[in-house]
């Protein structure tokens, strides 16, 4: 009798596996790679961006939500996922300070689209190198945040780009540095690489050398005065007499609180600018230009010469 029994339960808790097993259903597609572009030739807009993509294999959006699937959760519920690009600022680890963050932002118009596009071949694709990925390309009429401004913001896997309908209208200047702001954000990942970790270590050190008892950054402004040692004598204790080139963009009262926020300024001034402006502006300085020959070497070498 004990034998049945067990032989029973046996059998009812194979069924009630097999049954469990039958509702888990598997969806390959998943995981499928959601950035591409596919055409849709009644919508100009779109249309310009599947025509980009297969020329430059980069995909270009106008708005962050790029497709939707039908999905059932684990209760067996249908329900709809939405793809949404991520605006999280992605550098390989947790910043410093306050985490650089898109605040807001608005969609651009579908009419700007063919005009930026044309700008990015141009202007950006020009001169960015192969090696350099970008993952995509997000295109947005106002773009607010609290590291960045409202040029360029490199995310997790987009890059934002804001202001596109002002591009036509930009002059020399304000076209310059709007182009050294989305290099910024394209570069920065490969500038911050092991491979110029000797480089960027002289970089930090030019600044750190004249504030021994602490870090020089994250230093409070108001602290240089009796912070700062070894400037020649008669030269004033500022951030840009020890090689910074203003406050971090999130607290006007310190130095760039991290390290990475300093390359990425000098980043984006030494891509907005030729040299000879760099250098009109802040050739005065000996240590910033110490630093920019620096960011300067680690640039060309990734292929993008500044003149």
Same mark, same amino acid.
């Given at each position: 009798?004990?034998?049945? %029994?067990?032989? +029973? !339960?046996?059998?009812?808790?194979?069924?009630?596996?097999s #049954?469990? *097993?039958?509702? @888990? =259903?598997?969806?390959?597609?998943?995981?499928?790679?959601?950035?591409?572009?596919?055409?849709?030739?009644?919508?100009?807009?779109?249309?310009?961006?599947f025509?980009?993509?297969?020329?430059?294999?980069?995909?270009?959006?106008?708005?962050?939500?790029?497709?939707?699937?039908?999905?059932?959760?684990?209760?067996?519920?249908?329900?709809?996922?939405?793809?949404?690009?991520?605006?999280?600022?992605?550098?390989?680890? %947790?910043?410093? +300070? !306050?985490?650089?963050?898109?605040?807001?932002?608005?969609? #651009?118009? *579908?009419?700007? @689209? =063919?005009?930026?596009?044309?700008?990015?071949?141009?202007?950006?694709?020009?001169?960015?190198?192969?090696?350099?990925?970008?993952?995509?390309?997000?295109?947005?009429?106002?773009?607010?945040?609290?590291?960045?401004?409202t040029?360029?913001?490199?995310?997790f896997?987009?890059?934002?780009?804001?202001?596109v309908?002002k591009?036509?209208?930009?002059?020399e200047?304000?076209?310059?540095?709007?182009?050294?702001?989305? %290099?910024?954000?394209m570069?920065?990942?490969?500038?911050?690489?092991?491979?110029?970790?000797?480089?960027?270590?002289?970089?930090?050190?030019?600044?750190?050398?004249?504030?021994?008892?602490?870090?020089?950054?994250?230093?409070?402004?108001?602290?240089?005065?009796?912070?700062?040692?070894?400037?020649?004598?008669?030269?004033?204790?500022?951030?840009?007499?020890?090689?910074?080139?203003?406050?971090?963009?999130?607290?006007?009262?310190?130095?760039?609180?991290?390290?990475?926020?300093d390359?990425?300024?000098?980043?984006?001034?030494?891509?907005?600018?030729?040299?000879?402006?760099?250098?009109?502006?802040?050739?005065?300085?000996?240590?910033?230009?110490?630093?920019?020959?620096?960011?300067?070497?680690?640039?060309?070498?990734?292929?993008?010469?500044?003149?």
């Amino acid at each position: 009798m004990k034998l049945k %029994l067990y032989i +029973g !339960a046996i059998a009812l808790l194979t069924i009630g596996g097999s #049954c469990s *097993k039958e509702k @888990v =259903a598997t969806f390959t597609d998943y995981d499928k790679n959601w950035l591409v572009v596919n055409d849709n030739p009644s919508d100009a807009a779109t249309h310009a961006t599947f025509l980009f993509y297969q020329e430059t294999g980069i995909p270009v959006y106008f708005n962050d939500t790029i497709g939707s699937q039908q999905r059932v959760d684990r209760f067996g519920k249908e329900y709809t996922y939405y793809e949404v690009l991520s605006l999280v600022y992605a550098l390989g680890g %947790l910043p410093s +300070g !306050a985490p650089p963050q898109v605040q807001a932002f608005s969609y #651009c118009n *579908k009419n700007d @689209v =063919a005009p930026a596009l044309e700008f990015l071949k141009t202007d950006i694709l020009s001169v960015l190198p192969n090696t350099i990925h970008v993952p995509s390309i997000l295109l947005l009429e106002t773009l607010n945040s609290n590291a960045f401004g409202t040029y360029a913001f490199k995310g997790f896997n987009t890059i934002a780009i804001g202001q596109v309908s002002k591009i036509p209208t930009m002059d020399e200047a304000t076209r310059a540095k709007y182009k050294g702001a989305i %290099l910024r954000a394209m570069l920065t990942n490969a500038v911050l690489n092991d491979k110029y970790k000797l480089i960027l270590e002289k970089f930090y050190a030019a600044s750190r050398k004249f504030v021994p008892s602490r870090d020089a950054y994250n230093l409070y402004i108001y602290q240089l005065a009796t912070s700062v040692t070894g400037l020649p004598p008669g030269t004033t204790a500022t951030l840009q007499a020890i090689g910074f080139l203003g406050t971090d963009p999130r607290n006007p009262y310190y130095s760039p609180i991290s390290t990475w926020m300093d390359v990425c300024m000098y980043l984006e001034a030494a891509l907005g600018s030729t040299e000879q402006q760099f250098t009109q502006q802040y050739g005065t300085y000996p240590n910033i230009m110490i630093k920019y020959g620096l960011i300067k070497q680690i640039v060309e070498d990734i292929g993008i010469p500044i003149k």
